[in-house]
Nanobody, 117 residues
Framework: QVQLVESGGGLVQPGGSLRLSCAAT????????MSWHRQAPGKERELVAA????????NYADSVKGRFTISRDNAKNTVYLQMNSLKPEDTAVYYC??????????WGQGTQVTVSS
């Protein structure tokens, strides 16, 4: 059974930082492209950042470029999202996703990030 479990969310003040983690089990993690998505209340889920299976390629939404960094540790079956200079508009539920072969997609349950003073 595939499981993706996010952690690291919480309440942070504007300008602060958080590091999200997503631990994967039940799949061959090293062959999956991984991504982080977020969904704010009343809005559609959007892609935040993605990383290739070996970690050599990344891409980011324009809204987070220069502030967020996605990385992965294939030895630990974990993908990370380092979020710096957080803004109130970054408030959302953050989800990780694993994708392989255009056919297999798995989602985590999400972790809440709230940026507020």
């Amino acid at each position: 059974q595939v499981q993706l479990v996010e952690s690291g969310g919480g309440l942070v003040q504007p300008g602060g930082s958080l590091r999200l983690s997503c631990a994967a089990t039940g799949l061959t993690f090293s062959i999956y492209a991984m991504s982080w998505h977020r969904q704010a209340p009343g809005k559609e889920r959007e892609l935040v950042a993605a990383i290739s299976s070996a970690g050599g390629s990344t891409n980011y939404a324009d809204s987070v470029k220069g502030r967020f960094t996605i990385s992965r540790d294939n030895a630990k079956n974990t993908v990370y999202l380092q979020m710096n200079s957080l803004k109130p508009e970054d408030t959302a539920v953050y989800y990780c996703k694993g994708s392989y072969g255009g056919r297999y997609d798995y989602w985590g349950q999400g972790t809440q990030v709230t940026v507020s003073s």
